[in-house]
């Protein structure tokens, strides 16, 4: 799972925290970005992801 | 809503995904106690995580390709198979997420039953923990009689282990 339209090694963010347990600021520290970023980033990819369930009906 | 809220609008999904350290949790939670944002946040991506629980990171760890599309739906049916066999009274579900050309999308398989156009049964309760600190339940329900069923949050309740607190208790009112 890759940030949308990001596959940077930046972009590999949801695979490190939900499958491999590392917390934000673990995130943030590997990458070299603000701990912020990576709240953000992870905000915007269960958004995305809410989003498209609901457009495709599968969620309410 | 609260003052801080601007600092914390975008905690939520890192403390659902169990991203948050000790120190950021706890600071999340007591913000939660106060922010009606946060909370509704929070019920809104509770169903998430059960789905995300649902897929092989074997499977999706890899570029994006469109052909593991087909091996994963292959996975969520065999998985779909085995939850009949486990609960015969529920009529659906199996899960499988999925990334495809840089964009998360979940696909979702239910049973057909028959051609009725009758809404499905039984609730499906699921607890989820996350990183063992947080517990998230969310009891919903399965609305839709065609091949792919909606899933219809009906409440959640998401628990902090460590402090043995009810952080959020929400009943969402079903749509008509």
């Known amino acids: ?20 347990g590392l917390s934000t600021k673990e995130i943030a520290a590997r990458f070299a970005i603000p701990d912020g970023t990576v709240k953000s980033r992870l905000h915007d990819a269960l958004r995305i992801l809410r989003a498209q369930l609901e457009a495709d009906g599968l969620l309410r | 809503m609260t003052d801080d809220h601007e600092l914390y609008v975008e905690w939520a999904a890192a403390y659902t995904l169990g991203a948050l350290d000790a120190e950021d949790r706890t600071s999340f939670e007591r913000h939660l106690a106060t922010c009606g944002r946060c909370a509704a946040e929070l019920v809104s991506q509770a169903p998430l995580v059960g789905l995300l629980a649902k897929v092989d990171p074997a499977e999706v760890a890899h570029e994006p390709d469109p052909r593991r599309l087909r091996a994963i ?10 939850m009949r066999r486990r609960t015969r009274r529920w009529q659906m579900v199996a899960l499988a997420g999925v990334a495809a050309a840089g964009i998360l999308a979940v696909v979702m398989f239910a049973t057909r039953q028959d051609d009725a156009a009758s809404p499905v049964a039984q609730p499906a309760v699921i607890i989820n923990s996350v990183a063992g ?12 009689a065609s091949r792919v069923a909606t899933l219809a949050l009906e ?15 929400a009943t969402i ?4």
Not at chain 1, 4 to 16: K, L, T, Y
Not at chain 2, 73 to 82: F, T
Not at chain 2, 155 to 169: A, G, H, M, N, P
């Open chain 1, 1 to 20: 799972m890759t940030w949308p339209g990001d596959s940077s090694p930046v972009g590999r963010g949801p695979d490190r925290s939900y499958w491999d």
């Open chain 2, 73 to 82: 739906e292959a996975a969520a049916q065999q998985e779909l198979v085995l």
């Open chain 2, 133 to 144: 600190t947080t517990d998230i339940t969310t009891s919903s329900r399965l609305t839709g």
């Open chain 2, 155 to 169: 409440r959640v309740i998401i628990t902090s282990q460590e402090r043995s607190d009810i952080l959020v208790d």
């Open chain 2, 173 to 176: 009112s079903p749509a008509s």
